[in-house]
């Protein structure tokens, strides 16, 4: 059974920057793609970044050039540094094992002055 555990979420001013983490196991690890959703209040969820076994990585248009998505295979977990936030980043963010589909809990993001 593979088990996703975010974390990392909080309140930041516009502009400021967050780390969320994303913590694997039950899995190869290392041979998983992983992926970052949100999802905004009245909002579907979207994509925002994911990472492959290869560390292929690939964003949303909305968070190019000021997000970022890496793997550390040794610790079985997949990061989104998240800077120059604006308030329409903020939403509950999801990792998710693109090999299985399992989910986590998800991180509240909350942008704002």
């Known amino acids: 059974q593979v088990q996703l555990v975010e974390s990392g979420g909080g309140l930041v001013q516009p502009g400021g920057s967050l780390r969320l983490s994303c913590a694997a196991s039950?899995?190869?690890?290392?041979?998983?793609?992983v992926g970052w959703y949100r999802q905004a209040p009245g909002k579907e969820r979207e994509l925002v970044a994911w990472?492959?076994?290869?560390?292929?990585?690939n964003y949303a248009d909305s968070v190019k050039g000021r997000f970022t998505i890496s793997r550390d295979n040794l610790k079985n977990t997949v990061y989104l540094q998240m800077n120059s936030l604006k308030p329409e980043d903020t939403a509950v963010y999801y990792c998710?094992?693109?090999?299985?589909?399992?989910w986590g809990q998800g991180t509240q993001v909350t942008v704002s002055s």
């Open positions: 039950g899995t190869i690890f290392s041979i998983s793609t």
């Open positions: 990472i492959t076994s290869g560390r292929s990585t």
């Open positions: 998710r094992h693109l090999n299985s589909g399992h």
